[in-house]
């Protein structure tokens, strides 16, 4: 942290002493990167400066000085980051190429000349692939934060980068969040380069896009904007680049902070950009002109413009069988739509409408109430309150843990709250049916918003009836009706009554997607040719032709 | 966004108003409310209104759904619902209309007139319009504080009414019907009765017509349960009360109900033993699986209102009926056999009709089959509005001819019945 | 609220359809059987389908006017073909229907959740949250309106079906003769007093300009008429099936009254609940569009630039609004005001431009597209 400090402050030094420049300029300034710093010309100045910069004590920032093997008088510096670097790449490519090379030397005596003498040991002495000459003192700094080695040869005004990247990370492993059945197992990690790679591995067309920049002044994350070039409107990769670049922060660790910056609506409860762990998914929203966002040090992809539907959309709908999937999917608009309201329902129906129920129900439920001490709305409220306790608590609980906890946490608390007198059964099987309606949500962003949301609903409800739960859901429809997700309305798949049944409320067979969803305004619709199933069509026609024969015969 | 923050920031504030200015909301919790499942009227001898309810007390767990528990609270008021506030002000719950399944109206104040006391049960906006009316020859409170196998009496006769609502048992009553009867001109409301079985004397009606075969009639008594009942304790859903506009009339015993259902709507059941000898030795147990009723009008008769005095209108019933029990000789096995045996039940259903016309027409002059609404519908309104005032005195005039013409369908599982000869 | 219904706002026709079938039928279905009944009796449903011809002329009459004038509104339209002065009273005309269109939308909306539904909650209370949600959809502007129109209109339509469906076992479908009900005259009677909810179509003067296909607007224009005056007179349809013409007469709301009668067994047979609720989704969204014209309208008329002053007076003008008249009476009185005299009124003022666009000596930059 201290070192950028420095760097910033010597930035700022070469531009000059005008310090009572604005604050709005010197913001910017923060991020347009640091100027020119020329690099000394002995080894020993090299070593003082780098560590003025470093600070002293920095174990991780190893300097070694090394003297060519081929003609010791010459002397240089090797500058890396241990733990950002690959030790055996240092040792084969740095220390053993210059130190203790087999062959024969291969000018003798070495040219004097510092350009000369750099180009030589390029292309003689570093076996190394991506190996570039530097003369700015801090761009060396900058690249050997990315992992890079750099070697300073005496005299030269020069460094020499090479690529030794190789820092300790997680492999690639199972999805956590977004588990399937069926379908890959694969999850990003939190190294762009091997999320770039699972990408790659899935669109293996040049037109494909990985346009970098970096975000935040410290943190100096990495950020990749995907998109397939010919497919995704350009006009939102141009949004999502600006609105990237206008973001001005130190640190932008997550793709959730970069999110949180550049969605349209920050205060709405439902979330206008999807987040996946699944390279599977994430390749399925880019090839349908989606535009991807991925974050170094972030193992959740971001995906623009999303609308309520995508939500409800899971990575299995497209691997299990199309019958299946629709009505599983259709099953968790049901679902959501009763995590939302289900409470509220109980509570306007219990405290307002109670001539709605069966008589028999109406007694059952009255019975059970008998002795609660509290009204209905208050045993809701507490009830519920306690659901999303046990969900927080088992949620930050190891894995096996957490899922015991929940189980045992709900079992044992309705029990207990049931036989002390202090809800009534039929409220926590209310309850229960809710929070399971509420995980089958796919997505957890929007199970948040469900969350949330259902609790003004349920003061609604319990306040004026069913007609304060219609209330509340006009409101909440309208204000959905006023999202947008980059610009693109947040409803607009529902309300096109064509497609409501091919992937919105139902999931139609996967040949039958001619074309890609109309929302991201694709450049080019037809995602598929209308030649598929060609062959059941033609066995049809001549299964029909022979019967007619047959016919004909007999 | 700041458009949208500040103003759910201004719902929010009108929304904490709206509680405040209301005093917190208007929930009632469930087992505040008194639930009411019957409810019974019934006019007492200084005029006053005797007013029953039957109050479901909430049960716990499941030995609670085997037994409802109830609380039959009565009081008498100037009006029906001068006795309901005072019922209310006694009662710890709010006593609500929303689940009333049975409404029992006792015959005296039937036949003083129903039109104020059903004022205020149309004005509650809780009232299930689908309850069930009945009119009741015994005491009303006898009926509705029998309870039948851990069921409450309104529950109870809720079930056997709605088992009837589609067969010619009893009229399928209910308050709505009621309503809408007493008001049009062209059709009069006909009331199910519901009365106790008792074991001294034989199931009958109180008025018009309790003659020989109302025993038949009683089918509804207490079929269902296994184990025997005390018949006394029983409902008798049992022939229906005539009302003239609000005021009962008289009574049409089980036959005659049975018909005047038959005319009035498609029904899909009644059960009858059918007399096949005058002896009473032989006879048929006859299901009438369907029957509708289609009336026609001479065409003079609807394009002139001054012909409609007189006019021959034609009633014909069709139906199919299926054989349930036979005992005779004759095993009707021959087409033959078979279209004599229609027309024999033709006839049997044809008596039934001419006798409940009678009854109608002559004695109580009321049109509960609905000749009028079928006048209505067909003849201009200008004619209609002519003729409506005085209806009720140009149905005893009309000469109403009914055919009745059904057809067997069904035989049960056996061909013959068991045969002493064993020969066979 | 600064940006109040945003300029850049646009409806498809198709969701303009559908607002206008909202507008005409979602707050007048409820009420208006027992107004009608008492004069044409049996042949109140003709008679509200026959209403839906004077809905169709204005409609008729407005889509001329939409594609002489195409992207504007009718205060802009007016300012354009009329004299100054005249222009103005046509505008302020107009904002004074909707405010009375609002009004007696809203006290209609608020008895019928209070009477049938809420029936111990304060009026002042309900009038509170409804007009909370409806200033919000307000200010949200129309095209958020149109998208939420979009999700719950096809619920009610869904509503009205289940409604038919259920009374199938329970109605008297013979109730519905003679077709002509009381006689001819007071069919035609019947159907101009119904014409006063399809004429409501008129309050789209205020959003086509944010139409994306103004050519089109008279045809989606009519197809909501349309649409609103049919499911009206379905409603109706299956009241009287349900409860008899006196029947129809005698009940404030022969809507929900018809609801109380159906439901699918003994399970859930107080649908009726839902029903209303689901009714009452779409009256809410009306409701929103008409207070959304309002603003339009007063605003323009008034020449201010935005509609941020006229919006919070009219939020509270339309609290008070749905508290008053107080009693029920007074409140067909009114509602027999508005059936008496707004048909000829929407009538008037789209004809009125036409004319005057007509007889204008030369086409100015009005004229656009000829």
């Known amino acids: 942290m201290s070192l950028l400090r420095k760097l910033m402050v010597l930035g700022r030094g070469r531009r000059g002493a005008d310090g009572k420049r604005s604050r709005r300029s010197e913001e910017t300034s923060r991020g347009s990167g640091l100027g020119e710093r020329e690099i000394p010309a002995r080894i020993d100045s090299i070593e003082a400066e780098i560590k003025s910069l470093f600070g002293e004590r920095n174990s991780d920032v190893i300097m070694r000085r090394v003297d060519l093997w081929t003609c010791p008088e010459v002397h240089g510096l090797l500058f890396y980051i241990e733990g950002l670097t690959d030790r055996a790449t240092i040792n084969a490519f740095g220390l053993e190429?210059?130190?203790?090379?087999?062959?024969?030397?291969?000018?003798?005596?070495?040219?004097?000349?510092?350009?000369?003498?750099?180009?030589?040991?390029?292309?003689?002495?570093?076996?190394?692939?991506?190996?570039?000459?530097?003369?700015?003192?801090?761009k060396v700094v900058e690249k050997v934060l990315t992992g890079e080695a750099a070697l300073f040869i005496q005299d030269t005004r020069q460094a020499i980068l090479f690529e030794a990247?190789?820092?300790?990370?997680?492999?690639?492993?199972?999805?956590?969040?977004?588990?399937?059945?069926?379908?890959?197992?694969?999850?990003?990690?939190?190294v762009l380069r091997t999320n770039t790679a699972l990408v790659r591995r899935r669109l293996?067309?040049?037109?494909?896009?990985?346009?970098?920049?970096?975000?935040?002044?410290?943190?100096?994350?990495?950020?990749?904007?995907?998109?397939?070039?010919?497919?995704?409107?350009?006009?939102?990769?141009?949004?999502?680049?600006?609105?990237?670049?206008?973001?001005?922060?130190?640190?932008?660790?997550?793709?959730?902070?970069?999110?949180?910056?550049?969605?349209?609506?920050?205060?709405?409860?439902?979330?206008?950009?999807?987040?996946?762990?699944?390279?599977?998914?994430?390749?399925?929203?880019?090839?349908e002109g989606l535009v991807g966002i991925i974050v170094d040090t972030s193992p959740f992809a971001l995906m623009a413009p999303a609308n309520l539907p995508t939500f409800f959309q899971s990575a299995e709908?497209?691997?299990?069988?199309?019958?299946?999937?629709?009505?599983?999917?259709?099953?968790?608009?049901?679902?959501?739509?009763?995590?939302?309201?289900?409470?509220a329902f109980?509570?306007?129906?219990?405290?307002?409408?109670?001539?709605?129920?069966?008589?028999?129900?109406?007694?059952?439920?009255?019975?059970?109430?008998?002795?609660v001490p509290f009204p209905t709305i208050v045993e809701a409220l507490l009830m519920e309150l306690a659901l999303e306790l046990i969900r927080e608590s088992a949620v930050r609980m190891p894995d096996p843990v957490g899922q015991t906890m929940g189980f045992v946490g709900a079992l044992l608390l309705g029990d207990a709250a049931v036989s002390a007198g202090l809800v009534s059964p039929i409220m926590v099987i209310v309850v229960a049916v809710t929070g399971l309606a509420s995980f089958s949500i796919p997505h957890y962003s929007v199970s948040l918003a469900v969350r949330l949301l259902r609790f003004p609903l349920l003061l609604l409800a319990s306040w004026t009836g069913l007609f304060g739960l219609t209330a509340g859901l006009v409101a909440i429809v309208l204000h959905l009706s006023g999202l947008t997700s980059l610009g693109v309305p947040y409803l607009q798949p529902l309300l096109h009554t064509g497609d409501l049944f091919k992937d919105v409320l139902w999931r139609a067979p996967v040949f039958k997607h001619r074309l890609r969803p109309g929302f991201p305004r694709p450049q080019d619709r037809v995602r598929q040719g209308s030649s598929n199933r060609q062959w059941a069509r033609d066995d049809q026609d001549k299964e029909e032709g022979a019967d007619g024969e047959n016919r004909v015969r007999e | 966004m700041t458009r949208w923050l500040s103003l759910s920031c201004l719902g929010l504030v009108l929304v904490c108003l709206g509680l405040v200015v209301s005093g917190c909301g208007t929930a009632v919790d469930m087992e505040d409310v008194g639930f009411v499942v019957a409810l019974g009227v019934d006019s007492e001898d200084d005029g006053k209104v005797r007013l029953w309810l039957e109050v479901a007390e909430p049960g716990m767990g499941v030995e609670s759904l085997a037994k409802q528990e109830t609380l039959l609270a009565s009081t008498e008021g100037d009006t029906l619902y001068d006795a309901f506030i005072k019922l209310e002000t006694r009662s710890s719950r709010n006593l609500t209309l929303g689940h009333v399944r049975t409404i029992v109206i006792g015959e005296r104040l039937a036949r003083a007139g129903l039109r104020q006391a059903v004022d205020a049960l149309m004005r509650d906006a809780t009232l299930r319009l689908k309850a069930w009316v009945l009119v009741t020859p015994d005491p009303v409170e006898e009926v509705l504080s029998l309870s039948i196998a851990g069921q409450p009496a309104g529950m109870f006769i809720g079930s056997l009414m709605q088992r009837e609502a589609q067969r010619a048992g009893a009229p399928s009553s209910r308050i709505v019907d009621l309503v809408t009867h007493i008001e049009e001109r062209g059709v009069q409301p006909l009331i199910a009765r519901v009365g106790l079985a008792r074991e001294s004397e034989s199931a009958g009606g109180g008025g018009g017509g309790a003659e020989g075969?109302?025993?038949?009639?009683?089918?509804?008594?207490?079929?269902?349960?296994?184990?025997?009942?005390?018949?006394?304790?029983?409902?008798?859903?049992?022939?229906?009360?005539?009302?003239?506009?609000?005021?009962?009339?008289?009574?049409?015993?089980?036959?005659?109900?049975?018909?005047?259902?038959?005319?009035?709507?498609?029904?899909?059941?009644?059960?009858?033993?059918?007399?096949?000898?005058?002896?009473?030795?032989?006879?048929?147990?006859?299901?009438?699986?369907?029957?509708?009723?289609?009336?026609?009008?001479?065409?003079?008769?609807?394009?002139?209102?001054?012909?409609?005095?007189?006019?021959?209108?034609?009633?014909?019933?069709?139906g199919l009926w299926g054989m349930r029990e036979l005992i005779s000789d004759d095993q009707f096995m021959t087409e033959e056999g078979v279209v004599a045996l229609n027309k024999s039940i033709s006839v049997r259903l044809k008596r039934d009709t001419d006798d409940m016309l009678r009854v109608i027409q002559t004695e109580l002059g009321s049109d509960v089959i609905g000749i009028g609404e079928v006048f209505r519908q067909r003849m201009a309104h200008s004619n209609w509005k002519k003729i409506s005032g005085e209806w009720d005195t140009l149905f005893q005039s009309l000469n109403i001819k009914v055919i009745v013409n059904v057809a067997g369908r069904r035989r049960g599982q056996i061909l013959r019945s068991l045969s002493e000869d064993k020969a066979i | 609220?600064?940006?109040?219904?945003?300029?850049?706002?646009?409806?498809?026709?198709?969701?303009?359809?559908?607002?206008?079938?909202?507008?005409?039928?979602?707050?007048?279905?409820?009420?208006?059987?027992?107004?009608?009944?008492?004069?044409?009796?049996?042949?109140?449903?003709?008679?509200?389908l026959l209403g839906a011809a004077g809905g169709l002329i204005v409609a008729w009459l407005c889509g001329t006017l939409v594609r002489l004038y195409p992207g504007m509104n009718l205060p802009a339209i007016a300012d354009t073909v009329l004299p100054k002065a005249l222009s103005k009273l046509a505008s302020l005309s107009f904002a004074a229907y909707c405010t009375w269109l609002l009004g007696i939308g809203s006290r209609q909306f608020i008895i019928a959740i209070w009477i049938p539904f809420l029936e111990s909650t304060s009026p002042l209370t309900l009038a509170l949250v409804a007009s909370a949600i409806i200033a919000y959809g307000a200010s949200l502007g129309i095209e958020a309106i149109a998208r939420a129109s979009m999700v719950f209109f096809p619920i009610a339509l869904l509503s009205i079906v289940v409604l038919a469906g259920l009374s199938v076992p329970v109605a008297h479908p013979a109730r519905l003769l003679p077709i002509i009900g009381a006689g001819l005259p007071e069919l035609g009677l019947t159907a101009l007093i119904t014409s006063a909810y399809g004429t409501e179509c008129i309050v789209g003067l205020a959003?086509?300009?944010?139409?994306?296909?103004?050519?089109?607007?008279?045809?989606?224009?009519?197809?909501?008429?349309?649409?609103?005056?049919?499911?009206?007179?379905?409603?109706?349809?299956?009241?009287?099936?349900?409860?008899?013409?006196?029947?129809?007469?005698?009940?404030?709301?022969?809507?929900?009254?018809?609801?109380?009668?159906?439901?699918?067994?003994?399970?859930?047979?107080?649908?009726?609940?839902?029903?209303?609720?689901?009714?009452?989704?779409?009256?809410?969204?009306?409701?929103?569009?008409?207070?959304?014209?309002?603003?339009?309208?007063?605003?323009?008329?008034?020449?201010?630039?935005?509609?941020?002053?006229?919006?919070?007076?009219?939020?509270?003008?339309?609290?008070?609004?749905s508290l008053y008249p107080t009693t029920v009476v007074s409140v067909l009185h009114s509602l027999k005001l508005f059936q008496r005299y707004t048909p000829w009124y929407a009538l008037a003022l789209p004809a009125l431009l036409l004319t005057a666009s007509a007889l204008r000596p030369v086409p100015a930059e009005g004229r656009r597209r000829e």
Not at chain 1, 350 to 358: I, K, R, V
Not at chain 3, 26 to 36: D, E, K, N
Not at chain 3, 228 to 242: E, F
Not at chain 3, 243 to 269: C, K
């Open chain 1, 317 to 343: 709908d497209f691997y299990d069988r199309f019958p299946f999937a629709g009505t599983l999917r259709s099953l968790r608009y049901v679902a959501g739509l009763l995590a939302l309201t289900f409470p």
């Open chain 1, 97 to 138: 190429a210059l130190m203790h090379g087999e062959r024969g030397p291969v000018t003798s005596p070495l040219p004097r000349d510092p350009k000369l003498l750099v180009e030589l040991i390029i292309s003689h002495l570093l076996p190394a692939g991506q190996v570039s000459a530097v003369d700015d003192l801090n």
């Open chain 1, 204 to 287: 293996k067309t040049p037109d494909l896009r990985f346009d970098g920049t970096r975000v935040g002044v410290r943190s100096k994350t990495d950020v990749v904007v995907v998109y397939i070039e010919g497919i995704t409107d350009p006009q939102l990769v141009e949004e999502v680049k600006m609105r990237i670049a206008s973001i001005d922060t130190d640190i932008a660790g997550d793709s959730g902070i970069i999110e949180e910056f550049i969605e349209d609506s920050p205060a709405s409860p439902f979330p206008q950009m999807q987040y996946t762990e699944r390279p599977d998914r994430f390749c399925a929203g880019i090839s």
């Open chain 1, 346 to 371: 109980y509570v306007a129906i219990a405290t307002h409408h109670q001539e709605m129920l069966p008589t028999s129900l109406a007694l059952a439920i009255a019975g059970s109430h008998l002795s």
């Open chain 2, 213 to 318: 075969g109302a025993a038949q009639g009683s089918a509804s008594g207490g079929d269902g349960s296994g184990t025997s009942m005390n018949l006394s304790d029983m409902f008798v859903l049992n022939g229906a009360a005539v009302f003239k506009g609000d005021k009962m009339v008289g009574w049409l015993d089980a036959r005659q109900s049975a018909a005047a259902v038959i005319i009035n709507s498609r029904i899909q059941g009644y059960e009858f033993i059918h007399k096949l000898s005058a002896d009473g030795d032989e006879s048929i147990g006859v299901n009438l699986m369907s029957a509708h009723a289609e009336v026609s009008i001479p065409r003079e008769c609807l394009a002139d209102a001054e012909k409609v005095e007189g006019c021959t209108v034609e009633v014909k019933v069709n």
């Open chain 3, 1 to 48: 609220m600064a940006r109040t219904g945003s300029e850049n706002d646009h409806i498809r026709t198709g969701q303009f359809a559908v607002l206008v079938a909202e507008i005409v039928f979602s707050t007048g279905f409820m009420a208006v059987g027992s107004v009608i009944a008492t004069i044409s009796e049996s042949a109140a449903w003709l008679g509200t």
């Open chain 3, 207 to 321: 959003f086509v300009s944010h139409l994306n296909e103004p050519s089109r607007a008279g045809r989606s224009m009519s197809w909501g008429v349309l649409v609103g005056m049919t499911l009206m007179s379905a409603v109706l349809a299956v009241a009287t099936m349900l409860l008899g013409s006196q029947g129809v007469a005698r009940v404030m709301f022969p809507a929900v009254e018809a609801a109380r009668l159906v439901g699918p067994g003994e399970f859930l047979e107080r649908s009726e609940v839902l029903l209303l609720a689901i009714w009452f989704s779409v009256g809410l969204l009306k409701q929103a569009a008409v207070f959304h014209a309002t603003t339009v309208s007063i605003a323009d008329a008034l020449g201010l630039r935005t509609r941020t002053p006229v919006f919070i007076p009219l939020i509270v003008a339309s609290v008070i609004l």
């Open chain 1, 165 to 190: 990247k190789g820092w300790e990370h997680r492999t690639v492993g199972e999805p956590s969040t977004e588990k399937t059945l069926r379908g890959p197992r694969e999850s990003f990690t939190e």
